[in-house]
């Protein structure tokens, strides 16, 4: 992929095998390098399946789509090993960069859920049993015998977030949030969370071109002189242009002018 800054110049942003997803290798994206307002995070998923290709990993895909519906800005999409060494590096070095890191996968009492102790490595933190989340799972009819040792083991200091599709509680502490691997499990504990994520919306367009993606860039220069958004371009069959600004009026506008000057499909 290569990306275009507001001064014109390309620069390459290689993947390595911590995925990151503004890698996307088949596509090439045009950035004006405006800066955004509101939030900026990482999303961090866990889990050797993730990385062996045996489970697609729908739940960053999930979170970056609704981070975006609340005007958040995604900076980075890395998946890693399940390996208390690997998430902690990562984390650590995440939240100093960003305004929140959110975790997902690895979280439960058997011997690959490792988050919970890569997490609380990276904060200098010792793994304990969390009495508010042990009442949440007595309050829905478990008894902690009944309950595999470690279960609601959390970083100490951390706050309980209560898992109401599933048993395994994640946690939020200095700007880190823990979220299981299920996605039903995880996209309900983002739900009851995602008031703490705040941004300018932003309005988005498409317009599709039925020529080279070389052929159209004096007309997306001009389209960037004359609107304020942002413009990804996106090759395949045909070019698919995606328009973004935090004005629906002036997204629109320039939308219609794009249209208008571009041979559609």
């Known amino acids: ?39 900026n995070v990482a999303v961090v998923t866990v889990g050797d399946e993730l990385l062996a290709g045996r489970t697609t990993d729908t739940n960053a895909t999930w979170l970056c789509e609704r981070l975006a519906d609340r005007g958040v ?38 011997h690959d859920d490792v988050t919970m102790e890569g997490v609380a490595a990276a904060l200098g933190r010792a793994v304990e049993e969390h009495a508010a989340a042990l ?13 595999a040792s470690g279960t609601t083991d959390l970083p100490a200091g951390a706050r309980a977030l209560h898992n109401e599709t599933g048993v395994a509680p994640g946690a ?12 039903t499990e995880m996209k309900a504990m ?21 020529e080279p993606e070389s052929a159209l860039l004096e007309r997306i220069a001009d389209l960037r002189e004359r609107f304020d958004v942002s ?17 629906e009026a002036t997204v629109t506008a320039a939308a219609e002018w794009l249209r208008e000057r571009v041979d559609s499909p």
């Open 135 to 147: 009442a949440w799972l007595e309050d829905d009819g478990y008894a902690r015998d009944d309950l």
């Open 190 to 210: 983002f739900e009851s969370i995602a008031e703490e994520f705040t941004g300018t919306p932003t309005h988005r367009d498409t317009v599709v071109a039925d």
């Open 1 to 39: 992929m290569a990306v275009l800054h507001g001064n014109g110049d390309f620069q390459s942003n290689g993947c390595d095998r911590e995925r990151e997803d503004g890698c996307e290798e088949d596509e090439t994206h045009l950035r004006d390098g405006r800066e955004r307002t509101g939030m």
């Open 172 to 183: 939020a502490l200095e700007s880190v949030y823990v979220l299981p691997g299920v996605p």
């Open 231 to 247: 413009v990804g371009s996106y090759p395949g069959e045909s070019v698919r242009i995606e328009l973004e600004g935090t004005d």
């Open 73 to 110: 800005s995604v900076e980075r999409v890395t998946t890693v090993p399940d390996r208390v060494a690997d998430i902690a590096r990562v984390v650590n070095e995440y939240r100093a960069e960003y305004d929140a890191v959110l975790v997902t996968g690895g979280l439960g009492p058997t």
